[in-house]
């Protein structure tokens, strides 16, 4: 098998370190005055540089160059000897895989002979804080009185787990997250050496899937690229994972159009595509963040590739700070709803429609009024837990604050729920006479609820659920709806606990009231 592309790409010289700058100048300013130290810590992420590095110093403080400051020269018998792995007085040992105390004393005694072919013997512990508390005692005694032909470097990446006693007895160094712009530049340095094929799309896409680790990075492209072909963002998307941050611009894009019916369709499609809802709020919240940083005149600190800096730049030019803060604050109470667990989208949508309200609002004269659905909009929550049941179908709305367009004519082409259950043997029927199968799995369901044109049934299993969900079933399904109804329809399924207690005798246990109180914890401030 050919060599993984991040070993092969392992930095040999300090320039070639990215994004560790601050550590890099101190260390190679170290070699060049002889002032290293015995013990360094080298603390941060995974994939990040720190054996990287380890290994750089190792070379150039046994490194045969007559100039302190050309060390490592990457030329001599030393350096040579280090890069393929066969210098004798580099010590590697893997914390996680020795941890005893008799490993540690073990590396003791063997401390106190002379290097073997270099100037100083160089122990690399990773993993350190995997040590077990005995070793660490172990360990501290070398620290105190290192021999002067020895340098420790103690790696690891929770350096909330290093005693005290240790970290007052290195030299500190830690290493950041790789930037996703730096991540770009190296893997644009990378493909093109390969001779890869990838577009800008895509390794942007696998730099921030990276999370700031380069090795994790490099191996994304290196997996992309096995099979020799040209790599597009669609492929790289395939593999990788839908692109979320493109659904977190549509949405932003939807909230500032004040377009309902987009919006939640941008966040069906993203969740559809796999997206966990919680994470994709985060990520809204992560961006809206981001905005205010922009806003704050503090760019520098959003890591985000100039393209996306400009659209970034776009949006927050259309938001005020207070409306900023509402909708983060918004976003944040979705990402941490909890109980609407058989309805997950639900947190989203809220948050989505109060979104826009906050956005319409709070904005000046110019705002765009929100559009509404042209569906059953009297069933949605603008704010909770405010909500104001009105009769039996269940109309909610922020007990101060209506909607007050006149939606008449909207109306009169809205769904409900009970012309759907007035129809519901007819549509039975219709379906069975195309499929008895078909028709056992419809009965064994039953209509929950409708919005923007979906039909939602309600299921009290998994196993006849993702029945019906098969695509053969769903098209006898829709046809069926769509010929009684009158109307084009959308089928969803989704899962039901089938529980009706606990509320008002006079709410509809499958209406949005009902929702509001059982799952998300609302409650009723007035009855009209
Ligand atoms: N700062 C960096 N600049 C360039 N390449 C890097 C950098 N950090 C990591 N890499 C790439 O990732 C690979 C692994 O890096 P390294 O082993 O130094 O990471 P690490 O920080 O020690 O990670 P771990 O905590 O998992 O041990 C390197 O071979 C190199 O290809
Ligand atoms: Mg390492
Ligand atoms: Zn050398």
């Known amino acids: 098998m050919a060599q993984a592309l991040y070993r092969k790409w392992r930095p040999h010289h300090w320039e070639e370190v990215v994004g560790q700058n601050h550590i890099i100048s101190t260390l190679k300013n170290a070699v060049a005055n002889d002032r290293v130290a015995h013990a360094y810590l080298f603390a941060g992420p995974r994939g990040t540089g720190k054996t990287t590095t380890a290994r750089i110093l190792a070379k150039a403080v046994n490194c045969q160059n007559d100039e302190l400051s050309k ?219 981001d905005l205010i940083l922009l806003r704050s005149n503090n760019g520098d600190l959003v890591d985000e590739t100039s393209e996306m800096k400009t659209e970034m730049a776009s949006h927050s030019r259309q938001m005020e700070m207070a409306q900023l803060i509402s909708l983060i604050q918004c976003f944040t109470r979705a990402a941490n709803e909890t109980h609407a667990t058989w309805q997950p989208a639900l947190p989203l949508e809220l948050a989505l429609i109060e979104g826009i309200y906050i956005l319409n609002k709070e904005s000046s004269q110019n705002a765009i009024q929100p559009k509404l659905p042209a569906s059953d909009h009297k069933n949605w929550l603008q704010k909770q837990p405010e909500l104001k049941p009105e009769k039996e179908n269940a109309v909610l709305a922020n007990k101060t604050t209506h909607f007050e367009q006149d939606n008449n004519a909207a109306a009169s082409e809205t769904l409900t729920l009970k012309q759907i259950k007035d129809q519901w043997r007819q549509i039975v029927k219709l379906v069975g006479e195309q499929n008895r199968t078909t028709q056992g799995i419809l009965n064994s369901c039953r209509p929950y609820g409708v919005k923007d044109g ?72 007035d009855v009209q």
Not at 199 to 214: E, F, N, P, V, W
Not at 271 to 289: E, N, T
Not at 455 to 464: E, M
Not at 493 to 522: E, Y
């Open 71 to 289: 060390r490592p020269c990457n030329q001599c018998e030393f350096c040579q000897a280090i890069d393929q792995g066969r210098f004798l007085d580099l010590i590697e040992i893997d914390a996680a895989s020795n941890t005893s105390v008799d490993d540690v004393r073990d590396l003791r005694d063997k401390i106190n002979f002379q290097p073997n072919q270099g100037r100083y013997k160089v122990y690399i512990i990773d993993e350190v804080h995997m040590l077990s508390a005995a070793a660490f005692n172990a360990m501290l005694k070398t620290l105190e009185e290192p021999p002067a032909h020895a340098i420790f470097v103690l790696a690891t990446t929770e350096i909330h787990k290093i005693p005290i006693t240790i970290l007052s007895r290195c030299q500190r160094h830690e290493f950041r997250r790789v930037s996703v712009m730096e991540i770009i530049a190296q893997l644009k340095k990378i493909a093109k050496n390969e001779g890869v094929n990838i577009d800008d799309q895509a390794l942007s896409l696998i730099a921030r899937q990276a999370t700031g680790s380069m090795r994790d990075a490099i191996s994304l492209l290196d997996q992309l690229s096995s099979n020799g072909q040209d790599i597009s963002i669609s492929e790289a998307e395939d593999v990788l994972g839908t692109a979320t941050n493109q659904a977190v611009l549509e949405l932003i894009n939807y909230l500032l159009a004040g377009d309902i019916a987009a919006g939640l369709d941008c966040i069906h499609h993203t969740l559809d595509k796999g997206s966990d809802p919680r994470q994709f709020s985060r990520q809204i919240v992560d961006y809206l963040r």
């Open 454 to 525: 979906c039909i939602y049934l309600g299921f009290q299993g998994d196993i006849i659920k993702s029945k019906m969900e098969k695509e053969s079933n769903l098209k006898i399904v829709q046809d069926a709806f769509s010929r009684v109804l009158g109307m084009e329809v959308t089928i969803r399924c989704m899962l039901i606990s089938g529980q009706k207690d606990n509320l008002p005798p006079d709410v509809d246990s499958d209406g949005m009231v009902a929702t509001a109180l059982r799952d998300l914890g609302g409650e009723i401030v």
